[in-house]
């Protein structure tokens, strides 16, 4: 892919508007996850260029804010998902050989939801080497559609602008990467041959990536993992090493937002979490072993099921049982049950 100052790679951009949320408005982003904003580059997601043997996406902004929201749920939760671009791309209204803007890549995952790769691949296909641009523009299946929906159930996205400046100082990133990595845009890719750093030299923003860290010795140069390798090459198997870039400490960053989620957790007992823990405790069963004619139930013991072999909660069993009763509304099977049961892995539901 041929590299020219006056290429356009997916930016459609907007200046911060006074309704988008200003870095410190919402307590619910400002969780501290690394203390000296080191570490994201760490637990940079699965490696993705945004282009193809045959066509470039133009979802540089659906990438990035994907790459960081991915990284936000796995430090924070422990939970590593794998998000599907295109589907967001196309939800998103990103336009072919044009681009999209943050805000409204930021917007379609709070209001359409999000989709995981292995699904989005079972439902429809993968966005591989041969994939063609009317492909991946395509209308999204219904099915789809419907299960990025049952994300808004699950998480609430958080999103905000940390300046309403389009010169946004470095020094306001590293900051916020205590917090999560940081969207930013500005003007791709031209490189210091001495120094090996990129600058813009004063061009407007056309691209936007993702800031993961700072050089501990110079804070003002910021580290970046992008889209495009160095040599602008496509390689199916691309590495981080092939998409971490430093900005020189004079880059202009136009705008910078990050991206957080919540989990949902409502009161409603049909709630997908409390479903959840209830079919956990379904995997729990009380001893129905017989010896001498008589069942081994012992004070009311639990048993659960564990590598295939069943295993014994010791003496706060008890407690166990009185909790998951009166919380979770699983109740215990009385002798009469247990007994009509043989000793194998079937549980008793929760009603």
């Known amino acids: 892919m041929e590299k020219t100052k006056d290429i356009n790679y997916g930016l459609v951009f907007e200046e911060v508007k006074e309704q988008d949320w200003v870095f410190g408005a919402s307590p619910l982003q400002n969780k501290v996850i690394f203390a000296d904003g080191h570490g994201w580059q760490k637990f940079i997601c699965q490696s993705e260029i945004q282009f193809n043997r045959n066509f470039d996406s133009f979802s540089c902004v659906t990438y990035a804010i994907l790459k960081a929201l991915v990284m936000h749920i796995y430090c924070v939760y422990g939970i590593l998902l794998d998000l599907d671009e295109m589907?967001?791309?196309?939800?998103?209204?990103?336009?072919?050989?044009?681009?999209?803007?943050?805000?409204?890549?930021?917007?379609?995952?709070?209001?359409?939801?999000?989709?995981?790769?292995?699904?989005?691949t079972k439902l429809r296909y993968a966005f591989d080497a041969n994939t063609t641009k009317q492909m991946f523009f395509a209308d999204q299946p219904y099915k789809l559609v419907q299960e990025a929906l049952k994300?808004?159930?699950?998480?609430?996205?958080?999103?905000?602008?940390?300046?309403?400046?389009?010169?946004?100082?470095?020094?306001?990133i590293v900051g916020a990467l205590k917090y999560s990595p940081v969207v930013i845009t500005g003007r791709a890719?031209?490189?210091?041959?001495?120094?090996?750093?990129?600058v813009d030299e004063g061009l407007p923003a056309n691209h936007a990536h993702l800031a993961v860290d700072y050089d501990s010795k110079n804070p003002d140069i910021i580290i970046d993992s992008d889209t495009y390798p160095k040599d602008f090459q496509y390689k199916e198997n691309v590495t981080q090493d092939d998409l971490i870039k430093q900005l020189d400490p004079t880059y202009r960053i136009w705008s910078a937002h990050k991206i957080t989620a919540e989990p949902i957790i409502s009161s409603e007992p049909k709630n997908f979490l409390l479903n959840k823990i209830k079919d956990m405790l379904k995997n729990i069963i009380r001893c129905n072993k017989v010896t001498n004619?008589?069942?081994?139930?012992?004070?009311?013991?639990?048993?659960?099921?564990?590598?295939?072999?069943?295993?014994?909660?010791?003496?706060?069993?008890?407690?166990?049982?009185?909790?998951?009763?009166?919380?979770?509304?699983?109740?215990q099977a009385s002798d009469t049950e247990i007994a009509k049961f043989k000793e194998t892995s079937e549980f008793f539901p929760a009603n």
Request: aromatic share 12%; net charge positive.
């Open 87 to 120: 589907f967001t791309a196309v939800m998103s209204r990103t336009i072919p050989g044009v681009g999209n803007s943050v805000r409204n890549v930021m917007e379609s995952l709070r209001l359409d939801g999000f989709v995981e790769e292995y699904i989005a």
């Open 293 to 331: 004619s008589k069942l081994e139930i012992g004070a009311g013991s639990l048993w659960f099921t564990k590598d295939g072999k069943r295993q014994r909660f010791n003496k706060w069993s008890l407690d166990a049982i009185t909790l998951m009763t009166v919380n979770f509304g699983v109740q």
């Open 189 to 198: 890719w031209i490189k210091n041959d001495k120094t090996g750093l990129y």
């Open 151 to 172: 994300s808004i159930i699950k998480w609430k996205i958080n999103w905000e602008a940390l300046t309403t400046s389009n010169n946004v100082p470095h020094s306001l």
